[in-house]
């Protein structure tokens, strides 16, 4: 988040992380062509963890709310942008990069898994965008699959061989007839 300095020690808006996120999630100083402010960077976050970095606090006119979910191997990105109390003329963008391609967006892709969004100053802006990727928290089910049937192999060892070891050795009649 960054904004022209209005003066010569301006460091732009500052956004401040929650103390739950230290160590996963960081704000440092940010400035390019002629802006100041400040850069979020996270990585290693679930969609809860997500959740509560997407109400970062800042000093900054305007607001954004992302929410990120998960249905099956779908993973969808909403959210919304309020900049009704921006000033006119205010340049924003938004820019999120996925793990795999995006399969739709309401925003611009600038590559396959890259999309941006500028909201306009003064409007509230609904954001959206596709992807679809294996949760790396799951099993995949040739894994799942693999696993029972080792678990089942071993079972019916285990079972065998405990009826190989507890069996009748006592003679049969049959043996005792000569």
Do not use: C
Not at 38 to 44: A, G, V
Not at 48 to 76: C, E, N
Not at 83 to 92: C, H, M
Not at 118 to 126: E, R
């Amino acid at each position: 988040m960054a904004q022209e300095p209005t003066e010569e020690n301006d460091q732009g808006p500052q956004l401040r992380v929650p103390d739950s996120l230290y160590g996963r999630a960081r704000v440092q100083r940010w400035s390019d062509e002629g802006y100041v402010g400040s850069e979020l960077i996270f990585s290693d976050l679930s969609f809860t963890d997500f959740r509560q970095l997407g109400q970062f606090a800042s000093d900054a006119p305007g607001s954004f709310d992302l929410r990120f979910t998960r249905s099956g191997d779908v993973v969808t990105l909403t959210g919304r942008a309020d900049l009704r109390n921006v000033p006119d003329g205010s340049p924003v963008t938004l820019a999120v990069s996925f793990p795999s391609n995006i399969s739709s967006t309401n925003g611009e892709m600038t590559t396959n898994r890259s999309v941006v969004w500028t909201p306009a100053p003064g409007d509230l802006t609904s954001l959206r965008a596709e992807t679809s990727y294996t949760d790396p928290n799951t099993r995949s089910f040739a894994g799942w699959t693999g696993l029972m049937i080792a678990l089942s192999v071993a079972a019916a060892v285990i079972v065998g061989a405990l009826a190989w070891f507890s069996r009748d050795r006592s003679p049969k009649p049959s043996d005792l007839v000569h």
